[in-house]
């Protein structure tokens, strides 16, 4: 009787902490961009230098993270598969699909205040 308590406790608990995870995570800051529906979520994200951003393909279709300038390109990214790029410059980073040239995202990068820049 107490065990199966303690059980639905324990059950509780990691429930609470995977629901605060996702919302932690949603929103403009963070390191991840999930691609889906056909766009970049969220299409804009601001980070500081040095962060490793990483893009998530959750569509069934094929798309690319291209940078606007040339500054970096994913290639293809294939359904479930994933693209980092490490932005060690501040600026602004517009970057598109090269498959759907329709889709836009910005990556802002600011100096990190504790790094020695
Ligand atoms: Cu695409």
Redesign the pocket.
Known sequence: MMQKKMALVTIFVVLAAILAGACSSSGSSGNTVSISG?AFKPASLNVSTGTTVTWTNNDS?T??VTSDTGAFSSGDIPPGQTYSYTFNQAGTFAYH?S??TY?HGTVTVKTSSGGGY
């Open positions: 056909y279709v798309h690319t699909c498959i759907h889709m």
